[in-house]
């Protein structure tokens, strides 16, 4: 009996211990699966946001090739406006050239009128002293003079500068003053007084140099040798070492003329000023 009851009760063990093991096995199974369901859901989350990393780095390499993109165009932009510029250059050269020879051709063209104005002159002195001897009548004071001017305008300033330009500066001034005193009105009156200020900065009497120079600023202001002028007044004052004098006119070189090459210089001769 009592063995009987043993047995039974090692079945019974044994049936509870298959049971158990039997309903263990798919629990295990299934915690398995969440743990792998997790897993792949880890991985998705990671893969998604490599996707994501992907697409910024896309969305950059896009930007940069528009940058690229950009940059070439306006490279292109910069070359075309480059090329422009280039041609905007060699045509304000050309027509600076041109501008240049048309004065030259005017210049020319106004001292043949001051010659024709001259000879005219003579001309009509000379009519009028044949008119006076067929009167019989003496000619006038105002006539003898005429009958001494032998030369030209063109004529006595040519042989003035040449005096200049041998370094003969006093005879140079005599020749422009007597230009200047006999054709007050030439195409060529600022010119000579320019070389008669020429003079005395070469003969280093500065002081006289500022006042003839000075003479062309006042009665011919929009001439070609105003700004020169100038500029060799701010040298005289920085000659005779007044510096604030000089630095004055240099700066005022610069700001009426400021596309000129008297320009440059007194920005040169400026540096040098302490």
Not at 70 to 87: I, P, Y
Not at 168 to 196: C, E, H, M, R, V
């Amino acid at each position: 009996m009592t063995t009987t009851i043993t047995m039974n009760i090692r079945t019974l063990c044994f049936l509870i211990t298959s049971s158990f093991v039997c309903a263990c096995a798919p629990q295990a199974e299934l915690v398995k699966t969440r743990t792998d369901l997790g897993d792949l859901r880890a991985e998705m989350k990671s893969m998604k946001a490599d996707l994501k990393d992907i697409q910024g780095v896309r969305s950059r390499i896009d930007q940069i090739d528009a940058n690229v993109k950009g940059t070439s165009d306006l490279q292109k932009t910069v070359a075309d406006q480059g090329a422009r510029f280039d041609q905007l250059t060699t045509d304000l050269q050309i027509l600076q050239g041109k501008i240049e020879e048309n004065n030259y051709r005017i210049a020319e063209i106004a001292q043949k009128i001051d010659d024709k104005t001259f000879k005219l002159s003579e001309l009509s002195a000379k009519v009028e002293e044949l008119e006076a001897k067929m009167k019989g009548a003496a000619p006038a004071e105002g006539e003898k003079k005429t009958e001494a001017k032998t030369l030209s305008p063109s004529e006595a300033y040519q042989q003035a500068k040449a005096d200049f330009d041998k370094g003969n500066y006093d005879l140079a001034i005599a020749g422009f003053q007597n230009y200047l005193k006999q054709f007050p009105d030439s195409s060529k009156a600022d010119s000579a007084q320019y070389w008669i200020g020429e003079c005395f900065y070469s003969k280093k009497e500065y002081t006289k140099a500022i006042e003839e120079f000075t003479k062309i600023l006042k009665a011919h202001p929009k001439s070609d040798k105003a700004a020169a002028a100038r500029l060799k007044i701010g040298f005289s004052y920085l000659n005779e070492k007044n510096n604030a004098k000089a630095k004055e006119h240099l700066n005022k070189v610069i700001k009426d003329f400021p596309s000129s090459k008297e320009a440059e210089l007194a920005k040169e001769k400026l540096k040098k000023i302490k």
